[in-house]
């Protein structure tokens, strides 16, 4: 790139780097600069990403879950598990492949029946693994401190199988006892506390619960804590599963979720219910999953010699301060501005924008015109494409599944479709209908926006290579 | 998925049917490995390696699977797996 943020050249030693003179060093550290030594000073360092996992409908791994997406399959269907006389929905997103691990290997959170915890557990595995690193890998001389690794790890809504479980056991009982597990499955940061377990790291834990926008959240809060040089490494994202009676009537009532017209195309054929940017999109398809992002400093990908897929380049965060649920076009529109803005680059440098598109009526709608308006001419160039029409919404993952995917789009040079995409006249942008695209990228945008109105967007750029 | 069945033990005053049903609750609700072995004097703490929190989450099971209700003044008491299954024999509901 022109501005050479982009050329990552992997610096085994370089001496004087940041390295101020009068810190004194372990005698038996053999040279280089320390992981801590950029704490506190937030002097705002590169941000890799070097790890990505993640469960979703289409395969419990993101390498499953990238081939059937570039595939343009959908893992939307009809479920015999969700009858008519409990859901109002039963077309949804199922991980119909996945098992949790024996007590053997996960331990304490065998007892948490809690599917969330589950996919957290499993796509950060999937993760830290991609990123080469080891469970319970001791500190090291290559840098390696347990101590100074972040779990940031949410969920929107966390473990409501477990507690629509324990309702229903309860209510058979003649006493008022209820399993000890209800409380320590459903605090949301409980997949946070299983992966520190299970990795063996001891930094900061954050749960963001940010509904829909929660796995981006962790994103963002990861690049902060790395470049504040509170952390060298970040396990970032989020993980959700809600597919149960209340949660699935309390988003129809609302008029959230998919409710085609008599003779829809989805009575057909379900997976066609989810129809991002589409004329006739009529709501969105629940889903559940997990996605995983591993950041890193740039000082941690040197020492540790960690491979970057990709350089986290900005993010932004910002409230709506207008509604509960529905989106606000302005601050959606200054939350992209400003991911852009604190970028450094121009419009035309990012070729890819993964979409939050829902498919429902409104958000794909103020979504296209905030695009538009950041992205002025060089809309014209932008690929745009929202995976959830494969995937459903996995609400809180859906973010994180996201991020992950469009940062593997960035290093294959490959954007995956939108699925059952049919044209909407007022919504004019480059939609990727129907089949994955090669584009040769240097930079995508990766947004998502949240019921209590809370939004983010992150740039990644290409690592040249 | 398969269940996993507790190997049969015995020698204990009480039936060994009971006994191995209570004992298979015991270890699906703790998720006590499927090595772990269980006899009848096996102490829950000490021997089993349940914690005071897996204790609650057993003596739930128990009631909700054999329909019997444990006085929660009684669990101090229920401190083996045959303490626990005649406490259970003595309330099962009569058919």
Redesign the interface.
């Known amino acids: 790139m022109d501005n050479g943020r982009l050329d990552f050249r992997p610096a085994p030693v370089d001496p004087g780097h940041r390295e101020p003179e009068d810190l004194e060093r372990p005698q038996d550290w053999g040279g280089g600069p320390l992981m801590g030594d950029q704490a506190g000073r937030g002097q705002g360092g590169r941000v890799f990403v070097v790890g990505l996992g993640a469960v979703t409908c289409l395969g419990s791994t993101l390498e499953e879950t990238w081939a059937g997406l570039i595939a343009g399959r959908s893992g939307l269907k009809r479920h015999e598990s969700m009858p008519r006389d409990r859901f109002l929905q039963d077309i949804a997103g199922v991980v119909e492949t996945f098992q949790p691990g024996p007590a053997e290997m996960i331990g304490e959170a065998a007892k948490l029946e809690v599917r969330s915890i589950h996919f957290a557990l499993e796509a950060a595995r999937e993760a830290w693994r991609d990123a080469g690193l080891h469970e319970r890998q001791t500190p090291s001389r290559d840098g390696f401190d347990p101590d100074r690794v972040g779990v940031l790890v949410g969920s929107a809504l966390g473990g409501m199988d477990l507690f629509e479980n324990e309702v229903a056991k309860a209510a058979k009982r003649t006493t008022l006892a209820v399993s000890p597990y209800l409380i320590p499955g459903l605090i949301i940061n409980q997949e946070a506390g299983q992966i520190a377990r299970q990795l063996g790291v001891f930094g900061p834990g954050f749960a963001p619960a940010n509904a829909c926008a929660s796995g981006g959240h962790a994103v963002a809060l990861g690049g902060m804590m790395i470049r504040a040089g509170e952390i060298d490494l970040a396990l970032c994202g989020a993980s959700e599963s809600a597919l149960t009676p209340m949660i699935v009537n309390g988003f129809a009532t609302m008029k959230a979720l998919y409710a085609g017209k008599p003779g829809d195309r989805a009575e057909s054929d379900p997976s066609q219910a989810s129809r991002p940017f589409s004329g006739d999109r009529a709501g969105f398809v629940l889903a559940e999953g997990a996605g995983m992002i591993v950041l890193a400093s740039e000082t941690a990908v040197e020492r540790m010699g960690l491979r970057p897929h990709a350089e986290l380049l900005a993010w932004a965060v910002n409230s709506d301060g207008h509604h509960m649920a529905m989106p606000h076009g302005a601050r959606i529109e200054a939350c992209l501005r400003t991911a852009l803005d604190r970028s450094g680059l121009e419009p035309e440098a990012i070729g890819h924008y993964n979409a939050h598109g829902t498919s429902t009526k409104v958000n794909d709608r103020v979504e296209t015109q905030a695009i538009k308006a950041v992205f002025g001419s060089a809309v014209s160039n932008l690929a745009v494409a929202s995976i959830k029409g494969a995937l459903g919404h996995a609400l809180g993952a859906a973010s994180a599944i996201e991020a992950a995917v469009a940062v593997r789009s960035l290093s294959q040079g490959i954007v995956p479709p939108t699925l059952n995409y049919q044209p909407d006249p007022e919504l004019d942008l480059d939609f990727v209908p129907h089949q994955a695209r090669r584009i040769d990228l240097s930079a995508v945008m990766s947004a998502s926006f949240g019921f209590g109105g809370t939004n983010n967007a992150l740039i990644f750029g290409r690592i040249a290579s | 998925?398969t269940m996993r069945t507790t190997p049969p033990i015995s020698g204990s005053a009480v039936a060994d049917d009971l006994l191995s049903q209570v004992a298979d609750q015991v270890r699906r609700a703790?998720?006590?490995?499927?090595d772990r072995i269980m006899q009848p004097s096996s102490r829950l703490v000490e021997d089993l390696g349940i914690d005071s929190?897996?204790l609650?989450?057993v003596m739930?099971q128990v009631?909700?699977r054999f329909g019997v209700?444990i006085d929660d003044d009684d669990v101090v008491k229920l401190t083996t797996l045959e303490a626990l299954t005649t406490y259970v024999a003595q309330r099962l509901p009569q058919v």
């Open positions: 998925m703790a998720k006590l490995p499927a929190l897996d609650v989450g739930l009631q909700d209700e």
